[in-house]
């Protein structure tokens, strides 16, 4: 199985922060690599998929990028409502497999 | 609009059974594949099975397989999760998703509690 592997945990920015996440695959995955956003008690909403495009009505704030073992999520400029658990994901190989999440929190 | 909504899930003892039922409506159902995923209380997100469009091809994660069956009905819509042989390590809550590589949208979950 692939291990999606994400820092940091957690973190904590102002308002208008840039925000990186980065995630890593225990092996190369091309571009096999999804992001969601899940908000407390909701379900996951997709944001990023194959590793760039972004998802029809997702904040244009939001942006993906990498290729083989190592990616990264940014928020350009964070905004309140972007309080939430931020998740990786591959779609490489089954099983499908997620990260262990990023909470991220306004300063 | 793109709809799922999950319903079977409740309180179950180790060893029991149930069958947790997604009902799927604002998309043409046969056109995409479908997921079971997990997130157990406080945890991160597991990935538990994938059905193709057509229910030919199915896949687990190991520690499912063998207890859980996945299926889907294309004539009414849905998407289905057997549970055999449940485990404490089972309690979840369980979200229905659409697709097999990328999962949007998804249902509002169905908890699974497994208690003696």
């Known amino acids: 199985d692939i291990q999606m592997t994400q820092s940091p945990s957690s973190l904590s920015a102002s308002v208008g922060d840039r925000v990186t996440i980065t995630c890593r695959a225990s092996q190369g995955i091309t571009t096999y690599l999804n992001w969601y956003q899940q908000k407390p008690g909701r379900a996951p909403k997709v944001l990023i998929y194959?590793?760039?495009s972004l998802q029809s009505g997702v904040p244009s704030r939001f942006s993906g990028s990498g290729s083989g073992t190592e990616f990264t999520l940014t928020i350009s400029s964070l905004q309140p409502e972007d309080c939430a658990t931020y998740y990786c994901q591959q779609s490489y190989s089954t099983p499908r497999t997620f990260g262990q999440g990023t909470k991220v929190e306004i300063k | 609009e793109v709809q799922l909504v999950e319903s079977g899930g409740g309180v179950v003892r180790p060893g029991g059974s149930l069958r947790l039922s997604c009902a799927v409506s604002?998309?043409?159902?046969?056109?995409?594949?479908l997921s079971w995923i997990r997130q157990a209380p406080g945890k991160g997100l597991e990935w538990v099975s994938g059905i193709k469009w057509n229910g030919g091809t199915t896949r687990y994660i190991d520690s499912v397989k063998g207890r859980f069956t996945i299926s889907r009905d294309n004539a009414t819509n849905s998407l289905y999760l057997q549970m055999t042989s449940l485990r404490g390590e089972d309690t979840a809550v369980y979200f229905c998703?659409?697709?097999?590589?990328?999962?949007?949208?998804w249902g509002q979950g169905t908890p699974v509690t497994v208690s003696s």
């Open positions: 604002g998309f043409t159902f046969d056109d995409y594949a």
């Open positions: 998703a659409r697709g097999g590589n990328w999962f949007d949208p």
């Open positions: 194959a590793a760039s």
